[in-house]
């Protein structure tokens, strides 16, 4: 069946170094890679996403990859600051067309000490 | 837009009550999407609802659970019986599969649900 594996489960990183999240999908299909941070007691928050016509996208310190020959694709943040701690999933949409539906990856924990 | 809206924030009852979460999408989305999230388990989608029809509840754990949408602008999720092992954060989410912004999936802020 579909499914996005995450990697790693847990990451901790020093205040201005670099984040790298990995996941893989397995429906050749899915065609829009979303990533979203969660900080405590709050909902998950879309932070950048890539469609499958594109390799790569940036917003400010943080940047998404896409490989789908490997089906892959990674996020990275530079400058990594304390307000960078908290859970990011990724997710895929769901091969079959338009359904609206995500499959999302285990979550990463990120913790970023000052 | 105010963004998904969910009431109670938190919910706290009894195992075998009737437990019922609420939410509002946000305008003019045409999904809507219920999840759980838990530590063991992560982030769940129970089911999901495409112009107020429901389209997959494959994710729905058992009878005790069922979900509506009456209308374009409100979904409830119940539990009855409620059970301890349903305490988790249960959120909704919505999204409008058109355009540029499609698959793009909007969080509420969840309900805390603890069952004693």
């Known amino acids: 069946g579909e499914n996005v594996e995450q990697h790693p489960s847990t990451l901790s990183v020093q205040e201005g170094d670099s984040a790298v999240i990995k996941c893989t999908y397995s429906?050749?299909?899915?065609?829009?890679f979303p990533w979203y941070k969660q900080e405590l007691g709050k909902g998950p928050q879309l932070i950048i996403d890539?469609?499958?016509?594109?390799g790569e996208k940036k917003d400010q310190r943080i940047a998404v990859t896409l490989n789908k020959t490997a089906k892959h694709f990674s996020l990275h943040i530079t400058e990594t600051q304390p307000e960078d701690s908290a859970v990011y999933f990724c997710?895929?949409?769901?091969?079959?067309?338009?359904?609206?539906?995500?499959?999302f990856g285990q979550g990463t924990t990120l913790q970023v000490k000052p | 837009d105010a963004g998904v809206i969910q009431s109670p924030r938190h919910e706290v009852t009894e195992m075998g009550q009737e437990v019922t979460l609420r939410c509002k999408p946000i305008?003019?989305?045409?999904?809507l999407f219920w999840y759980r999230q838990t530590m063991m388990r992560g982030l769940e989608l129970l089911i999901y609802?495409?112009?107020?029809?429901?389209?997959?509840d494959s994710g729905m754990p058992e009878d005790r659970f069922s979900a509506k949408m009456p209308n374009a602008s409100f979904s409830t999720l119940k539990i009855q019986p409620s059970e301890p092992r349903d305490s988790a954060v249960y959120f909704c989410?919505?999204?409008?599969?058109?355009?540029?912004?499609?698959?793009?999936?909007?969080f509420g802020p969840g309900t805390r649900l603890t069952v004693t």
């Open positions: 890539i469609r499958s016509n594109v």
């Open positions: 429906d050749s299909a899915s065609n829009y």
């Open positions: 305008s003019g989305h045409d999904y």
């Open positions: 609802f495409n112009n107020n029809v429901p389209i997959d």
């Open positions: 997710a895929a949409s769901s091969g079959s067309s338009n359904t609206g539906k995500l499959i």
């Open positions: 989410a919505s999204s409008l599969m058109a355009g540029t912004s499609a698959y793009e999936q909007y």
